[in-house]
């Protein structure tokens, strides 16, 4: 079973920045692609951003287009969001998931996922 777990959350003033980590343990035997999801109180659960194993393909929400990158260390296991120019509205809590795939395959929907992580919270005050 693959486990995952984020970190790197907390409190930033707004158009700070802060960087995610999700690393992966447990039986990793094939590629995965992994998303990241927020989930603001209230709200729905949208897609952040979303990285292929290869690193090739990725995709970016609304809200994290030009501000958010996402990238992975397969060595380490370990994805990464890098958050920019953080706003308000970007609150919420942030969590990873995977899916197992070729090395190109990203998928951009909450049911593309199979295995996710706790979340960690990102709060930005303004």
């Known amino acids: 079973q693959v486990q995952l777990v984020e970190s790197g959350g907390g409190l930033v003033q707004a158009g700070g920045s802060l960087r995610l980590s999700c690393a992966a343990s447990g039986r990793i035997f094939t590629s995965y692609a992994v998303g990241w999801f927020r989930q603001a109180l209230g709200k729905e659960r949208d897609i952040i951003a979303a990285?292929?194993?290869?690193?090739?393909?990725?995709l970016y929400g609304n809200s994290a287009k030009d501000r958010f990158t996402i990238s992975r260390d397969n060595a380490k296991n370990t994805v990464y969001l890098q958050m920019d120019s953080l706003k308000p509205e970007d609150t919420g809590v942030y969590y990873c998931?995977?899916?197992?795939?070729?090395?190109?395959?990203?998928?951009?929907?909450?049911?593309?996922?199979?295995?996710w992580g706790q979340g960690t919270q990102v709060t930005v005050s303004s």
């Open positions: 998931a995977a899916k197992y795939g070729d090395v190109w395959y990203v998928g951009g929907l909450l049911r593309d996922y199979d295995y």
């Open positions: 990285i292929s194993w290869s690193g090739g393909n990725t």
